[in-house]
């Protein structure tokens, strides 16, 4: 058989094969579904001058499915460094600085378990959140965070997590208001196991306002949160967040 012929034939064999695999279950490649979370939370900033703040965070997480709710406060420093070009409306300082460091605390405990265990983690967390414009006033940041995480009252508390986010957004002034929609997507690497244990896609939109202080930012987002390890499964996740700038 000459070549060209081997070559159609394995470009048809490859198009079947991409074909039956399209029309199988989405669940044989993301796993089963979860049931449903939504996460309301609040983040009050404090400025200290143009350069630094401090942040205080409160996230709830509730699952009616599973009769579950948890409970996670954090407090951070975050220093911001290296002006960049554009300006922006949004009350954010962070987004208009070529990089953002951030260092805290954060604690999570189970409020209900529900039909699910219950937990309590304390943590140490890093962030180091690079940004640049890309064309078309697009805005890329991509932010590293490094968390050392005590899991109280088990046999071997500790474990280490490495989340890298890469995140798009663009500001549309919509008069004088800024309307802000962004996509990111989020791989976690968890020791133990020392592995790639979830990743995250997720899209939203923010909405700037000033009431008091610097301003506000209402944002909603939808998260599908796929877990690599111990199983594989996924769960749809909405988001409501109320920043705070003061």
């Known amino acids: 058989m000459r070549a060209g012929s081997l070559r159609r034939l394995a470009v048809t064999a490859a198009a079947t094969l991409l074909a039956v695999e399209a029309r199988g279950d989405a669940s044989s490649y993301f796993g089963p579904e979860q049931p449903f979370q939504i996460r309301p939370e609040v983040d009050a900033y404090y400025h200290i001058g143009e350069d630094f703040r401090l942040l205080a965070q409160v996230q709830s ?29 949004s009350p954010d300082l962070s987004k208009s600085r070529a990089l953002n460091l951030r260092l805290g605390l954060q604690y999570l405990t189970t409020l209900h378990p529900g039909t699910l265990n219950s937990s309590q983690i304390v943590a140490v967390q890093a962030d180091i959140t690079p940004r640049y414009f890309l064309p078309w006033d697009i805005l890329i940041s991509s932010r590293n965070r490094l968390q050392a995480r005590w899991t109280l009252g088990t046999a071997d508390p500790f474990s280490f997590r490495y989340r890298w986010r890469v995140q798009l ?16 997507a989020e791989v976690v690497w968890t020791s133990p196991p020392a592995m790639w244990t979830q990743y995250r896609m997720e899209t939203g939109l923010q909405y700037g306002f000033h009431w008091f202080g610097r301003g506000q930012i209402i944002e909603a987002n939808f998260t599908v949160l796929t877990k690599l390890q111990p199983s594989h499964s996924w769960s749809p996740v909405l988001g409501i967040v109320w920043y705070v700038y003061l």
């Open 169 to 184: 957004e663009r500001e549309f002034d919509v008069g004088r208001v800024p309307l802000t929609p962004f996509v990111n």
């Open 61 to 89: 997480t509730f699952i009616p499915d599973d009769s579950y709710s948890a409970i996670n406060v954090g407090a951070y420093a975050d220093w911001m460094i290296a002006s960049l070009v554009r300006t922006l409306l």
